[in-house]
T-cell receptor
Framework: EDQVTQSPEALRLQEGESSSLNCSYT??????LFWYRQDPGKGPEFLFT???AGEEKEKERLKATLTKKESFLHITAPKPEDSATYLC??????????????FGKGTKLSVKP | ETGVTQTPRHLVMGMTNKKSLKCEQH?????MYWYKQSAKKPLELMFV???????ENNSVPSRFSPECPNSSHLFLHLHTLQPEDSALYLC???????????????FGSGTRLTVV
């Protein structure tokens, strides 16, 4: 069964304190791994898609990496405005429900000034 | 403002009421989705429409009834709901079914539903 596990559930950082969020996954055949950011009271906002092990993508203070079993979202020198819940999702190859996005429960990040 | 607009933003309804949630996208996408987001749970896919045809119904109770009159609009009709149906209901769209690709799904801001 395809599955996504995110850790930690919650993370508190001081402004400027770099850290990483983890997304572990099991999927029959990975079509894509997605990272989203969700602010309170809003829908998820797309950040990155990663397709194969070894791939990396960056956006401002965020860098996403992918291995065959997990993905990391590295946050460098975070600012309070980076506070949000970060969601990871995988999409598998195949017909039927296999092609749908499977989400993790998310990591709630709080960055204190 | 995102490319997917949901109304209303908040809804309180009694268990015997009938209400509808509306979703609108003008991104030219061909697939639209309803998701349910409950506290401490992952997003749950409810329905998928591709080119206005329902292609997936993820074992959702019949008290939830979707409608997709055209490629830009999606509705979720609600009736005889239970308190455990209280959640954030999110609409999303993508270029194609099984889409995502380099741009992911585009989500609306959701409707916060409370069933009393």
């Amino acid at each position: 069964e395809d599955q996504v596990t995110q850790s930690p559930e919650a993370l508190r950082l001081q402004e400027g304190e770099s850290s990483s969020l983890n997304c572990s996954y099991t999927v029959s055949g990975l079509r894509g791994l997605f990272w989203y950011r969700q602010d309170p009271g809003k829908g998820p906002e797309f950040l990155f898609t990663l397709y194969s092990a070894g791939e990396e993508k960056e956006k401002e203070r965020l860098k996403a990496t992918l291995t065959k079993k997990e993905s990391f979202l590295h946050i460098t020198a975070p600012k309070p405005e980076d506070s949000a819940t970060y969601l990871c999702a995988v999409q598998a190859y195949g017909g039927g429900s296999q092609g749908n996005l499977i989400f993790g429960k998310g990591t709630k990040l709080s960055v204190k000034p | 403002e995102t490319g997917v607009t949901q109304t209303p933003r908040h809804l309180v309804m009694g268990m015997t009421n009938k209400k509808s949630l509306k979703c609108e996208q003008h991104l030219g996408h061909n697939a639209m989705y309803w998701y349910k987001q409950s506290a401490k749970k992952p997003l749950e896919l409810m329905f998928v429409y591709s080119l206005e045809e329902r292609v997936e119904n993820n074992s959702v109770p019949s008290r939830f009834s979707p409608e997709c009159p055209n490629s830009s609009h999606l509705f979720l009709h609600l009736h005889t709901l239970q308190p455990e149906d209280s959640a954030l209901y999110l609409c999303a769209s993508s270029q194609d079914y099984y889409g995502g690709g380099d741009y992911g799904y585009t989500f609306g801001s959701g409707t916060r539903l409370t069933v009393v």
